[in-house]
């Protein structure tokens, strides 16, 4: 299908590593957003681009995590250092616009041990 | 930070009762999304609201944005099992003329009992 693309599905890693988590938006669509979810909880806010730029990086929540997207097409998530607390599903979403539906990702789940 | 409040936090009516949650800002939005997610899935797209006092229908579902741009709600009439979920409202910043990322919040699950 063409919809909205994460890879891994699934990642387990211990304490200390270092985690790329990749999304591949539908094709055409200009922002790219990236969120994590705890269960029972709302999708938080962590960067949003607008094509290669991050237009919004407030969500970030310190400097162990970096998201690229070189080409304003597909972007990683880098998570350096990985801690127990990071363990979340991390979903990508993608619009047309700045300002359209959110159309998101299966996520990826990572835990970290 | 910017905060998107939802209420109530879960909700467990009887098939065809109605169903109501609401959303609220603390600041002026410039729109809002309504998303629902069902159990082990991702958040799917209901509706966008983007004009003060806007009212949309969706068979069922009745969605409002407030007056002022901070606050809304959906509504469900006579819910059905297939209503089950979780449902979230995403409220979109308005940065200056620029838009900015949408905040969601936490979400109403709402289980059915048949």
């Known amino acids: 299908g063409a919809g909205v693309s994460q890879t891994p599905s699934n990642k387990v890693t211990e304490k200390g590593k270092y985690v790329e988590l990749r999304c591949d938006p539908i094709?055409?669509?200009?922002?790219l957003y990236w969120y994590r979810q705890s269960l029972g909880q709302g999708p938080e806010f962590l960067i949003y681009f607008q094509g290669t730029g991050a237009a919004d990086d407030s969500g970030l929540p310190n400097d162990r995590f970096f998201a690229v997207r070189p080409e304003g097409s597909v972007s990683t998530l880098k998570i350096q250092r990985t801690e127990r607390g990071d363990s979340a599903v991390y979903l990508c979403a993608s619009s047309l616009g700045a300002t359209g539906e959110l159309f998101f990702g299966e996520g990826s789940r990572l835990t970290v041990l | 930070g910017q905060q998107v409040m939802q209420i109530p936090q879960y909700q467990h009516v009887q098939e065809g009762e109605d169903f109501t949650t609401y959303c609220n800002s603390s600041?002026?939005?410039?729109?809002i999304q309504w998303y629902k997610q069902r159990p082990g899935g991702h958040p799917v797209f209901l509706i966008q609201l983007v004009k003060s006092g806007e009212v949309k229908k969706q068979k069922r579902l009745t969605f409002q944005f407030g007056e002022a741009k901070k606050n809304s709600s959906l509504h469900i009439t006579a819910t059905q099992t297939t209503d089950v979920g979780t449902y979230f409202c995403?409220?979109?910043?308005?940065?200056?003329?620029?838009?900015?990322?949408?905040?969601f919040g936490k979400g109403t699950k709402l289980s059915v009992k048949p």
């Open positions: 600041t002026t939005l410039s729109n």
């Open positions: 094709s055409g669509h200009t922002a």
């Open positions: 995403a409220g979109r910043l308005n940065y200056g003329g620029s838009q900015g990322n949408l905040i």
